[in-house]
C-alpha cells in the first residue's frame, strides 16, 4: 500500500480541484492506500531563489526557512506524490510550481533524495476550457527526468461553464485514485 501526497494547488478550497481530490482520494483510500492532502494556499512559501546552497542540513533542505520544512516532511513520508492543480495560462498554478522549483533542494544532499527511489507521480487538473495538452507533456517529461512511475492523470474540463455548487462526479480522479499503483503509464 502506499503513502500518497497531494499537493493541491488552487486558490479555491470548495472549487474544482478540490472536488478531484475529493474523488482521488476516496478511490484511493477505498483500495487501502494512505492519502494526506496539503493546502498549498494555507502555507506560506517562497519562491526558490536559484541560491543551489540547499542540502547541508538535514531537517531544513532548503536555505530559507518557510513553511516548506512542512511539506519536504510530508514529501519524504510518500512514495507517490499527486500534483493537483487549475490550468493556470496552460500549465501549473503559481501555488504548485514554487512548490515544485523548492522540491529541487532535497536533490542537493544527494541526488537520490528527489530522483528515482522508486516514486511515483500522478497528476490531476482542473481546466477551464479544454486544453492540458501543454501541461501533460510538462508532467511526463518531469516523471522521466525525475525517474519516477508515471501513474497517471485526470482531467476535469470545461469548469468555467460548470456550476460550482453542483461540481459533476470526478469519476476518472476517482478512478486514478482506486488504480494507483496497479496500473503504470509508459
Ligand atoms: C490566472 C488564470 C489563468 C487561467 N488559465 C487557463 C488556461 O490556460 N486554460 C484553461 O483552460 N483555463 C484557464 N483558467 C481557468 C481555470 O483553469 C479554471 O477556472 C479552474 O477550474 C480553476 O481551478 P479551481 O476551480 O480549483 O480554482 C485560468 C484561470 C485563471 C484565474
Redesign the pocket.
Known amino acids: 500500500m502506499s503513502q500518497i501526497l497531494v499537493l493541491n494547488g488552487?486558490?479555491?478550497p470548495d472549487?474544482?480541484?478540490?472536488a478531484m481530490i475529493e474523488a482521488f482520494s476516496r478511490g484511493a483510500r477505498s483500495a487501502g492506500h494512505t492519502v494526506t492532502v496539503i493546502a498549498l494556499r494555507k502555507l506560506q512559501i517562497h519562491s526558490c531563489t536559484g541560491c543551489l546552497m540547499g542540502g547541508r542540513d538535514g531537517e531544513h533542505p532548503c536555505t530559507q526557512r518557510d513553511d516548506m520544512d512542512a511539506v519536504y516532511a510530508a514529501f519524504r513520508r510518500a512514495d507517490v506524490t499527486v500534483f493537483a492543480t487549475?490550468?493556470?495560462?496552460?500549465?501549473y498554478s503559481g501555488l504548485l510550481k514554487k512548490v515544485i522549483d523548492r522540491l529541487w533542494a532535497l536533490a542537493e544532499y544527494e541526488r537520490s533524495e528527489l530522483i528515482g527511489r522508486g516514486r511515483g507521480g500522478a497528476l490531476l487538473v482542473?481546466?477551464?476550457?479544454?486544453?492540458?495538452e501543454l501541461l501533460y507533456t510538462h508532467f511526463d517529461y518531469m516523471m522521466q527526468r525525475l525517474a519516477w512511475r508515471n501513474l497517471g492523470k485526470a482531467a476535469?474540463?470545461h469548469?468555467?461553464s460548470m456550476d460550482?455548487q453542483n461540481i459533476p462526479a470526478c469519476e476518472d480522479a476517482y478512478l486514478l485514485g482506486r488504480m494507483i499503483g496497479g496500473v503504470e503509464e509508459g
Open positions: 488552487s486558490a479555491r472549487a474544482f480541484t478540490a487549475p490550468l493556470f495560462f496552460w500549465s482542473a481546466a477551464g476550457g479544454e486544453h492540458p476535469l474540463l469548469t468555467d460550482m
